[in-house]
């Protein structure tokens, strides 16, 4: 059991990294969910999610397959795991990144030179992360998303479907950059960004 790979988290975000793990010719254990829909998933057995169970195969790859940022950090915080890293054999990434634990990159992405990649990041499908950028962990980089080079994107943020962000912008922690906004100037933490260019419509705890 030591070389398969385990999940903590069986709906929609799992089966994508499923098939991610899948491809890279990996094998399955188990996935584990705390609310189960059911016996099986994509035909891979899907257990009730119990502490005692996670801790007993805590020398198994493991990977957080849950979308939500805050929940994949408090998963991640709770548990000290051998965490893999799951990258779909389409993906580039750059010798001279750097991709830490957890992390998943999905079918199509490009990760180039220099970046540097935090631990349980998601770079969902053929998004683009490019040279020198710097993404903190528990970040998610939506599908078709792009960022320009020297991007710095603080832990917990979420970059909308099909956003752009223009090189040298840092956007702060737990923020929202909604699906197709455009970054032209900096974002500060938890702040909600949408719109083409991008305009701030909300901050956190303001």
């Known amino acids: ?9 069986a709906g929609g975000h799992a089966k994508v990294i499923v098939e991610t793990v899948e491809d890279m010719g990996g094998k399955i254990g188990f996935l584990m969910d705390a609310h189960p829909s059911g016996p099986s998933l994509m035909g891979h057995e899907v257990r009730m ?4 169970i996670i801790r007993e195969y805590a020398e198994s790859q493991w990977i957080i397959a849950i979308g939500n940022n805050a929940i994949r950090r408090k998963i991640a915080e709770q548990f000290e795991l051998r965490y893999a890293i799951a990258k779909h054999p389409s993906a580039h990434v750059s010798s001279r990144a750097v991709i830490g634990e ?3 990159i999905m079918a199509g992405c490009s ?5 540097v990649i935090g631990r349980h990041v998601i770079l969902n499908t053929n998004c683009s992360v490019d040279h020198e950028c710097n993404i903190g962990s528990y970040v998610h980089i939506s599908p078709n998303a792009a960022l320009g080079g020297n ?5 917990g943020t979420h970059i909308g479907i099909g956003a752009c962000v223009i090189q040298g912008i840092t956007i702060g922690k737990e923020c929202t950059i ?7 100037k900096n974002v500060p933490d938890g702040a909600t960004v949408v719109g083409n260019p991008g305009k701030i419509i909300k901050i956190k705890n303001r």
């Open 102 to 104: 957890g992390t998943v």
């Open 111 to 115: 990760v180039n030179a220099e970046a």
């Open 1 to 9: 059991m030591k070389d398969a790979y385990c999940f903590i988290g």
């Open 151 to 155: 991007v710095t994107v603080g832990e």
């Open 178 to 184: 909604g699906a197709g906004a455009v970054i032209i």
């Open 49 to 52: 999610q119990r502490d005692d």
